[in-house]
């Protein structure tokens, strides 16, 4: 195995890791967090005796704690073979509609990279979009990821094969701009990820006649939310359209900012 990081997510190594994985791996298990909250501080924390490779944010926000080549202490017996990604939420919750698309697309990159099989498995054995109650007793015997998320494996399946070949960020389609991105979180300074490429890449889209004439640079679509992706955001807040007048220039892009992006890019795609 020579992939050891998820290129969209935060990278924040901790100390809860040992031993090395098989090559290849047989696929991927999405946990429930049973609750909310980055897990970096209880996974780097000895005592807790657990963590995972990636952590998932009901937002759609990455963090790798445990590289891929190294056992995260997940799932017991099955810690050796299979990636594993704790997911926000209660096990009594739905994913949100953008964990659903962040999982599809980390599934669609585990495909390319590793070889993972276009399939769901219930056994410890098989290959494919697992489950960690299916390991039973020698997995810790836990009831994880809960009923509803176990069975919306069908739709991070689906998600994974329509995933672009190139890079596991959403690209917009053009009605996808026309609807004003009404699926995408919440961003602001600080935030990594895939949403946040994508993020750069329509702002760069909104302000291309100024990119390509020099007066602005255009942003690098490198997934971190910095001070050249705020101060962008706040300029196409200020900005006034003929489909969506000046908001609140506070360089966090909400649901008004996605909305205006969508009219904006809807607007010049007619």
Known sequence: MTTTRYPPANFRPVRNTSGTMSAPTRGLIPHVQVGNGSLFGWFDNPRSQASSHLWLSKTGTFEQYV??????????????FWISVECEGLDSEDYTSVQIQRLGELYAWGMREFGWPAQITDSPD??????????????????????IRADRRDKILATALNAGPSEPS??????????????????????????????????????LNETTAGDLAPLAPDGVYGTMTTSRVASCQRFATP??????????????????????LGGMNK
């Open 126 to 147: 098989g290959r494919g979009i697992g489950t960690h109650r299916m390991g039973g007793r020698p997995w810790g015997g836990h009831s994880c990821p809960g009923t």
């Open 243 to 264: 489909w969506f007048g000046p908001i609140d220039a506070d360089g966090i892009c909400g649901p008004d900012t996605w909305r205006k992006i969508g009219f904006i």
């Open 170 to 207: 959403r690209n917009a389609s053009e009605d996808d701009r026309r609807a004003g991105y009404t699926t995408m979180p919440t961003l602001s300074t600080g935030d990594r990820g895939p949403a946040v490429i994508e993020l750069q890449k329509a702002l760069n889209s909104v302000f």
């Open 67 to 80: 590289p891929f080549d190294k056992k995260a202490w997940a799932q017991a017996d099955g810690n050796r």
